[in-house]
């Protein structure tokens, strides 16, 4: 039952009210019965037009399958769609991500594009089909961001835009002995309307909802087996479960971050996108704070401590996105925060936003896998002296390629430029790096690099000693 066409038609103004209340009810029954509080919170109402699985028990979030490449509809509803009349502009605008779920993957959501950039050219994580969305105008997919789209559309009437994620979740899991279980993402649509200048700054709503992404015609097969398994259980066990709906309730989530921390993850050097540099030259004192961030694994100093006061956690909730509980949280010290369950947590945030900050109060460092500290042979006698300035690299692949990208990263240079990696051998012979010598690195091993000019084109190989 859908109520209204996927085909642009003419919207019947006059009856939208009760139009939209009577269609909303046999699909929204269950966000009536969870979120009842938080129906005022905003105008905007987002529904993404898929199933959502039974086997996901009642404390849990939603989960719903989705096939790769295939067109879903998200319907963008306005609740309050005569009275609504507190924005300035006649347009908002509304950017759609699909983002990673998991917190390991999330640190590392720069590497993990960039490596599927690698292995599918010319392809985008998230598409937008024009020709059945209804109701948007200016759609926008920004070339280097991939999972991300953005349009704008008239909050007094409802719109409806359809979505095709190209990326399956077995493509973030590694590859060890088949039948690996895909990662979920998340589809987060962030609202704005346009500030005093015109600029669409004005942040509405942000909502979310769990997916994970099969093979064509997977995510039907992966329905019907959830469905086949629930229905063995006994009568007592399947109350445990929630029931599976026929469409999916975007939750209230917070804002995605545009600054500082995405503007700094997309600013990071890519083997594809880096600007052009001739020197190897690159001193840590010359760099920003920032830029020696993305030279090294990500810190640990921004978890939350007992001492930080109340200033400071409001200062940590932002930079971690949860800037929408920053009030709620406003006579909270470190420590305060510390203190609180997981089910505290769940039972104030919801579901979704209680389980990450949890995860995010408790959460320890990512440690490396492999850790090796590299300077920059500056003469020819240098020869791993104390006096020398050493660098970390934190390896978690194991890979010539990763050893690349780091050690181009670190002085500033396109990967492309470095050809060649080799180290240094007995009797000063250059052997060539391969990824089994490089997971044969000593922990903490130390080199001193040296260039050598390729002599048929413009790149570089790298010596260890």
Excluded at 28 to 53: D, M, N, R, W
Excluded at 136 to 148: K, S, Y
Excluded at 400 to 420: F, G, M
Aim: net charge negative.
């Amino acid at each position: 039952m859908l109520f209204w066409h996927s085909h642009p038609e003419t919207y019947q103004q006059h009856a939208q009210n009760n139009y939209i209340r009577d269609a909303l009810t046999p699909f929204l029954k269950h966000e009536e019965e969870q979120q009842s509080t938080e129906i005022g919170v905003s105008p905007f109402h987002y529904v993404l037009c898929a199933a959502t699985s039974p086997a996901v028990k009642l404390q849990d979030e939603t989960l719903t399958y989705l096939n790769q490449g295939q067109s879903y509809e998200i319907r963008m509803l306005n609740r309050k769609l005569v009275e609504f009349t507190n924005i300035s502009s006649k347009h908002i605008k509304s950017i759609v991500r699909v983002v990673f779920h998991d917190r390991r993957l999330q640190y590392t959501e720069h590497q993990q594009l960039e490596g599927w950039r690698w292995n599918r050219p010319g392809d985008r994580i998230l598409d937008i089909d024009i020709p059945l969305s209804v109701g948007i105008m200016e759609p926008r997919a920004h070339p280097l961001q991939l999972n991300t789209i953005e349009f704008l559309w008239d909050p007094d009437k409802n719109a409806s835009v359809f979505i095709q994620v190209n990326c399956i979740s077995t493509e973030f899991t590694p590859r060890k002995h088949g039948g690996e279980k895909g990662v979920p993402f998340r589809i987060q649509i962030d609202t704005f309307a346009a500030g005093e200048h015109g600029e669409y700054t004005e942040h509405m709503l942000s909502a979310s909802c769990q997916v994970k992404v099969f093979k064509p015609k997977g995510a039907d097969r992966k329905l019907k087996t959830d469905r086949e398994k629930i229905e063995k259980k006994s009568p007592q066990d399947r109350e445990k479960y929630q029931p599976s709906y026929k469409t999916t309730v975007l939750t209230e989530c917070s804002p995605w971050p545009e600054a500082p921390s995405v503007s700094r993850t997309s600013n990071t050097p890519s083997p594809g996108y880096h600007s052009a540099h001739t020197s190897y030259s690159f001193p840590e004192e010359n760099c920003s704070p920032d830029q020696q961030e993305e030279l090294h694994l990500p810190s640990c100093s921004d978890h939350l401590l007992p001492s930080s006061s109340m200033q400071d956690t409001q200062q940590w909730l932002h930079r971690n996105r949860f800037s929408s509980f920053s009030r709620l949280f406003s006579g909270f010290s470190g420590s305060d925060l510390l203190k609180m369950s997981r089910e505290d947590l769940i039972q104030i945030c919801g579901p979704a936003d209680g389980i990450r900050l949890f995860n995010a109060i408790k959460g320890r460092c990512i440690q490396p896998r492999l850790t090796v500290y590299v300077s920059q042979l500056q003469n020819r006698n240098q020869l791993h002296t104390k006096a020398a300035v050493y660098h970390a690299l934190y390896l978690e692949d194991l890979t010539v390629l990763e050893l690349t990208e780091k050690i181009a990263n670190l002085y500033n240079v396109p990967s492309q430029q470095i050809l060649r990696v080799y180290r240094q051998g007995p009797t000063g012979i250059h052997v060539l790096v391969s990824d089994e010598m490089v997971q044969n690195f000593t922990e903490e091993s130390s080199f001193i690099i040296s260039t050598m000019k390729d002599e048929c084109n413009d790149g570089y190989h790298v010596v260890l000693k």
